[in-house]
């Protein structure tokens, strides 16, 4: 698949297929955000892969904790009922010294595996972690000098998307020259 279209056609998939994904895709998704560029070069980067339910199901119970009831997700489905999670991690002081570009690198790394697994037919979906840092890190045992950036949920798709449709146009956000 062409870079243009894997970026065209990838959606977030919330709905997976709970069927294991092959160790060898797993690691070319992972290959693919290892080749990632990162300030000075520095790869501040930790990636855990999490497929044992028991994990996956404390991940979630953080996750719905946190939430106000009317939007907590629903307890089948939705992005951490994916076979695989991939937790993007960040060691700032292995990062760009005197800079956060760390948070910057990992995003890189990780919609790296992001498109290389939509060529591997895989469906993937962001996981924003931030309001339950704290205790995500204290359920993967995540040190103290880690932070979580973002986590990946990864599976065979059992939803199909059409194409990204809903973005600004181009005049509303590109400027030429100046502001
Ligand atoms: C940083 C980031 C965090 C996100 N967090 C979540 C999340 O916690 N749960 C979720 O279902 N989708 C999450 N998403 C997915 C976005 O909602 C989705 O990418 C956006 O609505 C566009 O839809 P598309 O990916 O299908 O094109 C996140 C996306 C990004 C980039």
Redesign the pocket.
């Known amino acids: 698949m062409e870079v243009f279209e894997a970026i065209r056609t990838?959606?977030?998939?919330?709905n997976y297929e709970q069927k294991p994904v092959e160790e060898g895709k797993v690691r070319k998704v992972l290959e693919a955000a290892r080749l990632a560029p990162s300030a000075g070069n520095r790869q501040p980067w930790r990636f855990i892969v999490i497929t044992d339910p028991k994990v996956k199901e404390k991940l979630r119970e953080a996750?719905e904790k946190r939430m106000p009831p009317h939007i907590r997700?629903p307890s089948r489905g939705?992005?951490l009922s994916a076979p695989v999670i991939i937790v993007g991690c960040a060691v700032p002081s292995d990062s760009f010294p005197g800079t956060d570009f760390w948070k910057i690198d990992v995003?890189i790394a990780l919609?790296n595996l992001v498109l290389a697994a939509w060529e591997e037919e895989l469906g993937t979906?962001?996981?924003?972690?931030f309001h339950e840092e704290e205790e995500v890190k204290g359920i993967l045992g995540i040190p103290k000098e880690a932070h979580v950036v973002?986590?990946i949920?990864l599976g065979y798709p059992a939803e199909r998307?059409g194409p990204?449709t809903?973005?600004k146009p181009l005049e509303e956000i590109v400027r030429y020259n100046h502001w």
Do not use: F, N
Not at 10 to 14: F, G, N, T
């Open positions: 990838r959606r977030s998939i919330r996750k997700p939705g992005p995003a919609q979906c962001w996981i924003g972690v973002a986590m949920a998307k990204v809903d973005r």
